[in-house]
């Protein structure tokens, strides 16, 4: 029994870490702009295909250039994967948001514009690359360990390290650098920070930068994880990804990191003693009673709005 759980509570580490890494995009964006990013699952998707081509390159299938050892790959391949993902998401918001918040339009039709950009993400690769799912090439090879009856491999070790470096990292960002002090303070009086003479569209591009590339590099392990990519692969991973930022606390980054784990750990629980296709009902229902009793997460404060 204690073997079985410990085994479920690792497998709940590695799929909660995608959920964290995706949400904490989601909370980035809505911390400064108060905007749901509903393409930011779509963004991971193009994180996905964007590291597929990346990896491709660098082992030679093009022939472009000789291979290259797949550690040598996999090393390139991060930064370059987050640098281009980063790079989707501040075309969209160059291109599809901020001629709307210039505007000074209502929030309902930069969601609006959210929800249309991830369905042209999903259709436009739809286009260009066909529906047939892409086979992710093998960079590392996979090693099965075993402690104590419990079984993990190499990349799930590595998945749930890259997850709590990327929180630390952005942790360490938002509240000891200068660029996090001008997010925070975006996030506290967007109309008194232009005053202060803070570069406001410079800030948010940055948000979406770090967002966009924590995007992409969930979606280059995601698909090391499980080496089958399709367009419509960000599409419910995204959502569930937003639940797991609300029931921790939209806004927080501590709550989005906690509540994708909580996520994963409730969905792998569910799916150990029931079957699986009850395993969206009953996680579900879960967080929403979570939310019932917190509504503003576990992490989340309620904000006040003067008037």
């Not at 497998?11 to 890494?21: C, D, E, I, P, R």
């Not at 990346?54 to 390139?76: D, E, N, R, S, Y």
């Not at 370059?80 to 501040?90: C, E, K, P, Q, S």
């Not at 995007?215 to 797991?244: E, S």
Request: hydrophobic share 60%.
């Amino acid at each position: 029994m204690l073997q079985s759980l410990l085994q479920n509570l690792l497998n709940a580490l590695q799929w909660g870490s995608f959920y964290s890494l995706i949400a904490l995009g989601y909370c980035l964006v809505y911390g400064v702009l108060l905007l749901i990013n509903f393409a930011h699952g779509d963004i991971f998707m193009v994180g996905a295909y964007i590291a597929f081509f990346v990896c491709a390159f660098f082992l030679g299938k093009f022939g472009a250039i000789p291979g290259l050892p797949g550690w040598l790959v996999l090393t390139l391949a991060v930064p370059l994967t987050m640098i281009l993902t980063a790079a989707v998401g501040v075309t969209l918001e160059r291109i599809a948001y901020r001629p709307l918040r210039r505007k000074g339009v209502n929030r309902l039709y930069v969601v609006i514009t959210a929800l249309m950009c991830g369905l042209i993400l999903e259709n436009g690769n739809l286009a260009l690359l066909g529906a047939s799912r892409k086979s992710f090439p093998t960079l590392i090879p996979t090693k099965v360990f075993e402690v104590a009856g419990v079984s993990f491999t190499n990349i799930k070790l590595m998945v749930i390290g890259v997850a709590i470096l990327s929180f630390l990292l952005l942790h360490f960002i938002v509240t000891r650098t200068k660029i996090g002090m001008a997010m925070r303070a975006i996030s506290y009086d967007h109309f008194a920070v232009p005053l202060m003479g803070i570069p406001v569209d410079t800030v948010i591009v940055f948000t979406f930068v770090l967002g966009s590339g924590f995007a992409g590099l969930a979606g280059l392990f995601f698909a090391m994880t499980y080496p089958v990519i399709d367009p419509y692969m960000g599409a419910l991973i995204g959502w569930k990804a937003f639940i797991a930022a609300v029931v921790g606390g939209i806004g927080s980054i501590a709550g989005a990191f906690a509540g994708g784990f909580l996520l994963g750990f409730v969905e792998i629980m569910v799916v150990a003693f029931f079957p699986s296709t009850y395993r969206d009902l009953i996680a579900f229902s879960i967080l929403l009673l979570i939310l019932s009793i917190r509504p503003t997460g576990l992490f989340g404060v309620a904000r006040r709005t003067k008037i």
